[in-house]
């Protein structure tokens, strides 16, 4: 559909943050992103498949439609740039091959655990002893033991069951009541989110064994991992007891309103018009007073609050709801091509289009970023578009490489080839002169010796050194009065945690900045410094600490730390080797800069946004919450240790510039390839499956006010079960439902039968008769549940209680990946939750700088701290 020039990508040129390490991937759907993402940073994945092919050559869509091992657009998302060999391990030949291969590798990627269990030789513990530099990295559904450890599983059980699915969904009626199920953002969400922290862990693990040498075996529940991605639930149900609603494409709140975020034109697309504080709202009427479209609307007094909120934070009001009104109004009367969205842009505000995935396709700021590339299929002399890059650097790059490899295409290449020794960086020298022990764990952490200059903020930014902080790296986060982060958010409650333990009801929260539970859950294990770099003596303290960290990190609008006097080239003249990474919404280099974005308009523009919900007419839900934030976050922390890594390999530091638009477009590969392919656009279809055939396959009410199961059927055995459990055997007999075409032609009926059962059933009771059975079901969990109910969550100890020295001891999110010789722990070296604004300056000073406690106090005189 578009040139090979247009999508030829400048940046291969360049080496990859993993170059040169050698990658054994065992996988389906739940870690084969998880090859993708290290073979795109450079390593060589060898992708074994049985001689059947790997299941996910199975999964829709296909070329043209016609399914075939050689023809699934999924496989081509998910395996590019890898390898196949095919190897039966059934026999002892071919786990001797298996394991000629581990013994030739730096990581051990096994994403389909159970299928290995009956081999001795090929579990994790095997392996260690027998290759103790390699890194055996596992990915689970419910982790290695438990109550839940063998329930059965898929992509919509992990988002009900994880509450992603509770936080995302239309809004209630008139009367409070939801007539809607939850929807479940589509696709294959729940494998991202657990896939981008495999693929963190891998990368911390590599970064020890460059000092030790030694491996280790890595692994993540994607239930524990998934259960942490919703942004606002449980921070509010821990500290206040206060549950939050789902709502329209935006987020899930305390108290539901009538305020429409996104807004339909005149030929029926969508536009998306976030404000989360006066100073956005500020700038809404002189832009509708343009076109004479203000209504009533007046800008908010001088003196409004000009604090930035967590979005979703707000709380509703009538005005704010007649405010979205007139909005609706203004865009009512454009066509989606005519919208004025960049002046709205340009003049302030939170604006964007809804768009469809495709569309970013053939967007020339993406295609300038080499977001997008051509990969050749030669098979079938085409070329195919796909999204390759996470983010732009100036010392390596993403590989686009070649397309997925037919079945067993390189098997002999690989079996026959010399023996390597396992690629092993260099130790860097370190100024740590014994191992800091994690106070929790008392073992090592990873990052040890690790320093960032941190000035991350909200969660794309501040929650991606909050993983760093947990893997043992000192993080010193740089705050200033006149523009301080997002501290106003789930509250400690009045009375502290006692009345927290006591309280049966919500809770009224303390209005104190130093106690925000979101702020504690971002930043713990960090320190505090309140710097005003715009002083010189500031900008001065702050070009010293950077002389001693490795890292500089920000989520500014691009340009502001350049014009600071911070910027890159500053920065190596003073540590040549420093790693400076910056994250905005659409990335500094490219034609949209400057564009202001929030999660939900990243999510918008990226195509998360239109993505999910029920077909049309109806409207697209959207996320219930800042997802873009998190896997901005997320791609953030693995650029910085894949940063370090080749910095460690080379001596060479570099300029990362990285957005969370980038982050949304890097999941689309499947439906943009479907669209390159197949000249399909993107439809929603709800909480079915239509890519791995599945019915039922859906959201179902059960007994209680607002509560659903997730329930699963993929095949014949499934349905025959779910029919058993339920007492209708007659659904066996029923012509409509007697093959999965059958019932997936008749999907309507099957789920008002299947809910007409559920509804008169308790959801935990109804999950543990259908898991009992083999069926994949999960209720749709909520913050509540997660925290009070989940016997699993608990015995993964998946929260962690941290003790702040104004807000108290709370817990916030561990870190999902479990490192055996490295654990994370999220109080990292301070032992401690989130600072207080500006609590560390006397020890960052004193301790780092060698300044006088007379010198520390008059830069407070002076205005600088």
Same mark, same amino acid.
């Given at each position: 559909?578009?040139?090979?020039?247009?999508?030829?990508?400048?940046?291969?040129? +360049?080496?990859?943050?993993?170059?040169?390490?050698?990658?054994?991937?065992?996988?389906?759907?739940?870690?084969?992103?998880?090859?993708?993402?290290?073979?795109?940073?450079?390593?060589?994945?060898?992708?074994?498949? $049985?001689?059947?092919?790997?299941?996910?050559?199975?999964?829709?869509?296909?070329?043209?439609?016609?399914?075939?091992?050689?023809?699934?657009?999924?496989?081509?998302?998910?395996?590019?740039?890898?390898?196949?060999?095919?190897?039966?391990?059934?026999?002892?030949?071919?786990?001797? /091959?298996?394991?000629?291969?581990?013994?030739?590798?730096? !990581?051990?990627?096994?994403?389909?655990?159970?299928?290995?269990?009956?081999?001795?030789?090929?579990?994790?513990?095997?392996?260690?002893?027998?290759?103790?530099?390699?890194?055996?990295?596992?990915?689970?559904?419910?982790?290695?033991?438990?109550?839940?450890?063998?329930?059965?599983?898929?992509?919509?059980?992990?988002?009900?069951?994880?509450?992603?699915?509770?936080?995302?969904?239309?809004?209630?009626?008139?009367?409070?009541?939801?007539?809607?199920?939850?929807?479940?953002?589509?696709?294959?969400?729940?494998?991202?989110?657990?896939?981008?922290?495999?693929?963190?862990?891998?990368?911390?693990?590599?970064?020890?064994?460059?000092?030790?040498?030694?491996?280790?075996?890595?692994?993540?529940?994607?239930?524990?991992?998934?259960?942490?991605?919703?942004?606002?639930?449980?921070?509010?149900?821990?500290?206040?007891?206060?549950?939050?609603?789902?709502?329209?494409?935006?987020?899930?709140?305390?108290?539901?309103?009538?305020?429409?975020?996104?807004?339909?034109?005149?030929?029926?697309?969508?536009?998306?018009?976030?404000?989360?504080?006066?100073?956005?709202?500020?700038?809404?009427?002189?832009?509708?007073?343009?076109?004479?479209?203000?209504?009533?609307?007046?800008?908010?007094?001088?003196?409004?609050?000009?604090?930035?909120?967590?979005?979703?934070?707000?709380?509703?009001?009538?005005?704010?709801?007649?405010?979205?009104?007139?909005?609706?109004?203004?865009?009512?009367?454009?066509?989606?091509?005519?919208?004025?969205?960049?002046?709205?842009?340009?003049?302030?505000?939170?604006?964007?289009?809804?768009?469809?995935?495709?569309?970013?396709?053939?967007?020339?700021?993406?295609?300038?970023?080499?977001?997008?590339?051509?990969?050749?299929?030669?098979?079938? %002399?085409?070329?195919?578009?796909?999204?390759?890059?996470?983010?732009?650097?100036?010392?390596?790059?993403?590989?686009?490489?070649?397309?997925?490899?037919?079945? %067993?295409?390189?098997?002999?290449?690989?079996?026959?080839?010399? /023996?390597?020794?396992?690629?092993?960086?260099?130790?860097?020298?370190?100024?740590?002169?014994?191992?800091?022990?994690?106070?929790?764990?008392?073992?090592?952490?990873?990052?040890?010796?690790?320093?960032?200059?941190?000035?991350?903020?909200?969660?794309?930014?501040?929650?991606?050194?909050?993983?760093?902080?947990?893997?043992?790296?000192?993080?010193?986060?740089?705050?200033?009065?006149?523009?301080?982060?997002?501290?106003?958010?789930?509250?400690?409650? !009045?009375? %502290?945690?006692?009345?927290?333990?006591?309280?049966?009801?919500?809770?009224?929260? !303390?209005?104190?900045?130093?106690?925000?539970?979101?702020?504690?859950?971002?930043?713990?294990?960090?320190?505090?410094?309140?710097?005003?770099?715009?002083? $010189?003596?500031?900008?001065?303290?702050?070009?010293?600490?950077?002389?001693?960290?490795?890292?500089?990190?920000?989520?500014?609008?691009?340009?502001?730390?350049?014009?600071?006097?911070?910027?890159?080239?500053?920065?190596?003249?003073?540590?040549?080797?420093?790693?400076?990474?910056?994250?905005?919404?659409?990335?500094?280099?490219?034609?949209?800069?400057?564009?202001?974005?929030?999660?939900?308009?990243?999510?918008?523009?990226?195509?998360?946004?239109?993505?999910?919900?029920?077909?049309?007419?109806?409207?697209?839900?959207?996320?219930?919450?800042?997802?873009?934030?998190?896997?901005? /976050?997320?791609?953030?922390?693995?650029?910085?240790?894949?940063?370090?890594?080749?910095?460690?390999?080379?001596?060479?530091?570099?300029?990362?510039?990285?957005?969370?638009?980038?982050?949304?477009?890097?999941?689309?590969?499947?439906?943009?390839?479907?669209?390159?392919?197949?000249?399909?656009?993107?439809?929603?279809?709800?909480?079915?499956?239509?890519? +791995?055939?599945?019915?039922?396959?859906?959201?179902?009410?059960?007994?209680?006010?607002?509560?659903?199961?997730?329930?699963?059927?993929?095949?014949? !055995?499934?349905?025959?079960?779910?029919?058993?459990?339920?007492?209708?055997?007659?659904?066996?007999?029923?012509?409509?439902?007697?093959?999965?075409?059958?019932?997936?032609?008749?999907?309507?009926?099957?789920?008002?039968?299947?809910?007409?059962?559920?509804?008169?059933?308790?959801?935990?009771?109804?999950?543990?008769?259908?898991?009992?059975?083999?069926?994949?079901?999960?209720?749709?969990?909520?913050?509540?549940?997660?925290?009070?109910?989940?016997?699993?969550?608990?015995?993964?100890?998946?929260?962690?209680?941290?003790?702040?020295?104004?807000?108290?001891?709370?817990?916030?999110?561990?870190?999902?990946?479990?490192?055996?010789?490295?654990?994370?722990?999220?109080?990292?070296?301070?032992?401690?939750?989130?600072?207080?604004?500006?609590?560390?300056?006397?020890?960052?000073?004193?301790?780092?700088?060698?300044?006088?406690?007379?010198?520390?106090?008059?830069?407070?005189?002076?205005?600088?701290?």
């Amino acid at each position: 559909m578009t040139t090979s020039e247009t999508h030829a990508s400048p940046l291969d040129e +360049k080496p990859g943050m993993l170059e040169g390490l050698r990658v054994v991937e065992w996988a389906d759907e739940r870690a084969e992103y998880v090859g993708l993402l290290l073979a795109g940073l450079g390593a060589e994945v060898i992708k074994i498949e $049985p001689p059947q092919g790997n299941s996910t050559r199975d999964i829709g869509p296909f070329l043209d439609d016609l399914p075939g091992r050689e023809r699934s657009l999924y496989f081509w998302t998910y395996n590019r740039n890898k390898k196949s060999v095919v190897i039966d391990i059934r026999g002892q030949e071919g786990r001797r /091959a298996l394991l000629d291969q581990l013994s030739n590798a730096d !990581v051990f990627l096994n994403g389909s655990a159970d299928t290995l269990d009956d081999y001795s030789e090929l579990r994790p513990k095997s392996l260690n002893e027998a290759y103790p530099g390699l890194i055996t990295a596992r990915m689970t559904s419910f982790g290695d033991d438990g109550p839940w450890k063998d329930f059965a599983a898929s992509d919509l059980v992990h988002l009900a069951l994880g509450g992603v699915m509770m936080n995302c969904g239309y809004d209630p009626n008139p009367l409070g009541e939801y007539d809607l199920p939850p929807i479940a953002p589509q696709i294959w969400h729940a494998y991202h989110i657990a896939g981008e922290q495999l693929a963190i862990g891998i990368a911390a693990a590599l970064l020890y064994r460059t000092k030790t040498g030694l491996g280790q075996d890595v692994s993540v529940s994607i239930h524990e991992a998934v259960a942490k991605n919703p942004e606002l639930d449980v921070m509010q149900w821990v500290m206040r007891r206060a549950p939050i609603r789902r709502q329209t494409n935006r987020h899930a709140v305390e108290v539901t309103d009538r305020a429409q975020s996104i807004a339909l034109t005149k030929d029926g697309r969508w536009y998306i018009t976030q404000a989360v504080s006066a100073r956005d709202l500020r700038n809404l009427t002189p832009m509708l007073a343009e076109y004479g479209m203000q209504a009533d609307l007046q800008p908010p007094p001088e003196d409004a609050d000009k604090a930035r909120n967590v979005p979703g934070s707000q709380t509703g009001s009538e005005a704010r709801s007649h405010m979205f009104d007139v909005v609706q109004r203004f865009i009512r009367s454009w066509t989606y091509e005519s919208m004025p969205w960049r002046k709205a842009q340009a003049a302030g505000l939170l604006w964007a289009p809804l768009r469809k995935p495709h569309e970013n396709a053939i967007d020339r700021h993406w295609l300038t970023r080499g977001s997008f590339s051509e990969v050749e299929h030669p098979e079938l %002399g085409r070329r195919f578009v796909y999204p390759t890059s996470k983010w732009r650097a100036s010392a390596t790059s993403w590989r686009a490489g070649r397309r997925a490899p037919l079945l %067993g295409e390189d098997t002999e290449a690989v079996l026959t080839r010399a /023996a390597r020794r396992p690629r092993s960086a260099t130790a860097r020298p370190s100024d740590e002169s014994r191992p800091l022990n994690s106070a929790r764990h008392g073992k090592p952490f990873p990052l040890q010796g690790v320093k960032i200059l941190d000035f991350g903020w909200f969660l794309a930014s501040a929650g991606g050194t909050r993983f760093l902080a947990g893997l043992g790296a000192e993080s010193y986060k740089v705050e200033w009065k006149d523009n301080p982060d997002t501290r106003l958010a789930a509250m400690a409650p !009045v009375g %502290g945690r006692a009345a927290r333990d006591a309280a049966t009801a919500p809770l009224p929260g !303390v209005v104190d900045s130093d106690m925000g539970g979101q702020f504690n859950n971002k930043n713990s294990g960090k320190r505090g410094i309140s710097l005003n770099i715009r002083h $010189p003596k500031g900008l001065r303290i702050a070009k010293d600490l950077v002389r001693i960290c490795d890292i500089v990190a920000e989520g500014f609008s691009p340009g502001v730390l350049e014009r600071l006097g911070l910027g890159y080239d500053v920065l190596k003249s003073i540590r040549p080797d420093i790693i400076y990474i910056q994250q905005s919404g659409m990335g500094a280099y490219g034609e949209y800069g400057r564009m202001r974005t929030v999660g939900p308009v990243a999510a918008a523009f990226a195509g998360q946004g239109d993505m999910s919900g029920l077909p049309d007419p109806a409207m697209p839900v959207g996320w219930g919450y800042s997802y873009l934030d998190w896997m901005g /976050a997320y791609g953030y922390a693995l650029a910085l240790l894949g940063a370090l890594h080749h910095r460690d390999c080379t001596g060479e530091g570099q300029w990362i510039d990285a957005s969370q638009c980038e982050a949304g477009l890097f999941l689309t590969g499947a439906t943009v390839l479907d669209w390159s392919a197949n000249g399909r656009e993107w439809k929603r279809y709800g909480n079915r499956s239509p890519y +791995k055939p599945a019915a039922p396959h859906g959201a179902y009410r059960c007994l209680g006010k607002d509560r659903w199961i997730a329930i699963a059927c993929f095949s014949d !055995v499934h349905w025959t079960a779910l029919a058993r459990a339920a007492g209708h055997l007659e659904w066996i007999d029923d012509t409509r439902f007697a093959s999965l075409a059958d019932r997936l032609a008749n999907q309507d009926n099957l789920d008002r039968a299947v809910e007409a059962w559920t509804s008169n059933h308790e959801r935990y009771q109804l999950m543990e008769a259908l898991q009992a059975v083999g069926i994949p079901a999960g209720v749709c969990q909520d913050a509540e549940d997660r925290c009070d109910r989940d016997p699993q969550l608990r015995h993964l100890q998946w929260l962690t209680e941290v003790t702040g020295t104004k807000i108290g001891t709370w817990p916030v999110y561990e870190l999902p990946t479990k490192l055996s010789r490295t654990p994370a722990y999220i109080g990292g070296p301070t032992n401690r939750g989130a600072p207080c604004y500006g609590e560390d300056n006397e020890w960052v000073l004193t301790e780092l700088l060698g300044m006088s406690s007379s010198e520390v106090q008059r830069l407070a005189e002076d205005g600088v701290i």
